[in-house]
């Protein structure tokens, strides 16, 4: 799944069509299902922006269309005229200098307002840690550190990879019940999480101390890393056991 930094490097490369009426097209038959193509021929692309693991692309007229990338999806921005595209995109934009095409869907439509239902986006300027710690102390005390983290409705943008380095970091074990985390914890690991995304938007990603890496021996205290399944979605964390507090 793309982090949010990943979302907002895709938002930097569309946003020189932003302000120009688009030629949309579909030669992908997936990409032509979804509809998006006709619905914003013509139209002026007025904002592209990077909403938790979203990129909503606003349009005149109050048409937004919905990007999710998970895995394989792609967006490509190159000026118009180049040699003909390998492949079919899912959808291409073109304006009279720009040529935009989004690869592989898999999520691709029209919004349907489940954007709105994202709780804030960590790297958004106008998200203050402060508030953020504040929502995620609705959750349920009992439900998992690590769980909390990745539920995009308390707080958006943080998937598998940053949620095992700002734990680490935070020195937290994401098996943790949040309700014994406690507000200044919360806080530091968030402020490390908005931190290095926004430098890695720029391009600088930290090497990875946990992620992928169970077996080899924790860069702080040499203990062999663990993985383990956690939450509902079942996804993989990873942890040190010796200098994470926590099961
Ligand atoms: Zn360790």
């Not at 990338?69 to 959808?91: I, K």
């Not at 169970?214 to 979605?233: H, V």
Request: net charge positive; hydrophobic share 40%; with cysteine.
């Amino acid at each position: 799944m793309p982090e949010g930094d990943s979302l907002h490097r895709a938002a930097a490369r569309l946003r020189p069509l932003v302000g120009e009426r688009v030629e949309a097209s579909s030669p992908n038959p997936r990409g032509l299902a979804t509809n998006v193509a006709r619905a914003v021929d013509g139209r002026v692309l007025e904002s592209v922006e990077a909403v938790g693991k979203h990129l909503l692309l606003c349009f005149e007229g109050g048409v937004t269309v919905r990007s999710h990338l998970r895995m394989s999806g792609r967006w490509r921005v190159r000026e118009r005229g180049g040699p003909a595209w390998r492949g079919r995109p899912w959808l291409i934009l073109a304006t009279p200098r720009w040529e935009a095409t989004q690869w592989n869907g898999p999520v691709l439509k029209l919004d349907d307002g489940r954007a709105s239902r994202l709780g804030p986006d960590l790297l958004a300027d106008a998200t203050t840690v402060e508030a953020v710690v504040a929502r995620v102390r609705r959750a349920d005390p009992a439900r998992l550190l690590g769980d909390v983290l990745l539920d995009q409705r308390l707080v958006a943008g943080i998937g598998n990879m940053w949620l095992a380095e700002v734990l680490w970091q935070g020195r937290l074990s994401p098996f943790l019940p949040v309700g014994r985390v406690t507000d200044d914890e919360l806080g530091g690991v968030l402020r490390w999480g908005r931190d290095s995304m926004r430098a890695a938007v720029a391009g600088a990603r930290p090497p990875r101390a946990v992620y992928r890496r169970a077996g080899r021996p924790c860069p702080r205290c040499g203990t062999p890393i663990l993985s383990r399944g956690l939450g509902e979605l079942n996804r993989t964390a990873y942890w040190c056991a010796s200098c994470q507090r926590g099961p």
